[in-house]
């Protein structure tokens, strides 16, 4: 099966300064965050709070999905940290 992500939710987490998100594979669930930091790269102009996050996080969504896809592809794992440097 592919990664998809049929569950729009997602949520800020404050001590880790990251957006949290899921995608599915089949029946297996994988954990992702993006990194405050790559959402900085991906829109310059986001607020650095948590509103602003994911105002970021929503408006460039598709985009973020084809990353996180792409990590998945090269390791299968179950957890994923997306940084700025991921966002290249």
């Known amino acids: 099966m592919s990664l998809t992500f ?8 404050e001590a880790g300064k990251r957006i949290r998100f899921v995608g599915h594979d089949g029946m297996f669930q994988i954990s992702f ?7 900085s790269k991906i829109n310059p102009e986001t607020a ?3 509103a602003g996050y994911l105002a970021a996080f929503d408006i460039a969504s598709n985009a973020i999905h084809v ?14 940290v997306l940084t700025a440097a991921d966002f290249g």
């Open 67 to 80: 990353v996180a896809a792409k990590a998945y592809d090269r390791t299968r794992r179950s957890m994923y």
């Open 33 to 39: 965050s993006v990194a405050a930091d790559a959402m």
């Open 6 to 13: 049929p569950n729009t939710s997602r949520s800020y987490d």
């Open 48 to 50: 650095a709070d948590e």
